[in-house]
């Protein structure tokens, strides 16, 4: 079985300020982790996605998120937050056994103030 | 193009009708997938067709049955919904395999009246 959690519902922010949005994933074989966004009434957008290789990976939008796996999580980073940031985050796990499903996390909702 | 389309944007529908809401992407995609999406939760994961064949099925109550005629089309058919069933609708596309990242349209949304 494969999950991921999200701790926070909401990050609030100030704009210029460095942000993080909190992932934490179980799955029994290797994780394929992945960031998404999600502005209101759209489709989710891909950030970023990590597979293997380098702990830090980075994506769109000046986001990149760091794999820990002794910590099983996948915090994702920005270092300047800026306003068009605010949105729906979705962190996703798929198990790499072969399994087609996407599991998504709860959501946070990224504020950032201006 | 790395677009993925769905029509209509907007569906009112009575308990009922018989709708259907469609998904097209010419990316070369061979996985697509139905989502449903309450307001502030995740997606919930419907139905996956894997080179056109459907290959899950998420326990998907019978009043939805899903379409893939080609390989860039995905079609699902309304009938005898629920005021429950009231959602967005997602639409995504990706590479087979578990490393590929889903590009999903903008949705559906669903009223059942």
């Known amino acids: 079985a494969q999950s991921v959690a999200q701790p926070e519902d909401q990050v609030n922010v100030a704009e210029g300020n460095p942000l993080t949005v909190k992932c934490t994933y179980s799955?029994?074989?290797?994780?394929?982790l992945f960031w998404y966004v999600q502005y209101p009434n759209r489709g989710l957008q891909f950030l970023l996605k990590?597979?293997?290789?380098?702990?830090l990976v980075k994506g769109s939008y000046g986001f990149e998120a760091e794999f820990n796996k002794s910590q099983t999580s996948f915090h994702l980073k920005k270092p300047s937050a800026l306003v068009s940031d605010s949105a729906l985050y979705f962190c996703?796990?798929?198990?790499?056994?072969?399994?087609?499903?996407?599991?998504f996390g709860t959501g946070t909702k990224l504020q950032v103030i201006p | 193009d790395t677009e993925v389309t769905q029509t209509p944007k907007h569906l009112v529908m009575g308990m009922t009708n018989k709708k259907s809401l469609k998904c097209e992407q010419h990316?070369?995609?061979?996985?697509m997938y139905w989502y449903k999406q309450k307001a502030k939760k995740p997606p919930e994961l419907m139905f996956v067709?894997?080179?056109?064949?459907?290959?899950i099925n998420e326990s998907v109550p019978s009043r939805f049955s899903p379409e893939c005629p080609n390989s860039s089309l995905l079609n699902l058919h309304l009938h005898a919904l629920q005021p429950e069933d009231s959602a967005l609708y997602l639409c995504?596309?990706?590479?087979?395999?578990?490393?590929?990242?889903?590009?999903f349209g903008p949705g559906t949304r669903l009223t059942v009246l």
């Open positions: 995504a596309s990706s590479q087979v395999g578990e490393a590929n990242e889903q590009f």
């Open positions: 799955v029994s074989g290797n994780p394929y």
């Open positions: 990590y597979i293997t290789g380098d702990n």
């Open positions: 996703a796990v798929r198990d790499g056994g072969g399994y087609q499903k996407v599991t």
């Open positions: 990316m070369g995609h061979r996985a």
């Open positions: 067709y894997s080179y056109e064949k459907l290959s």
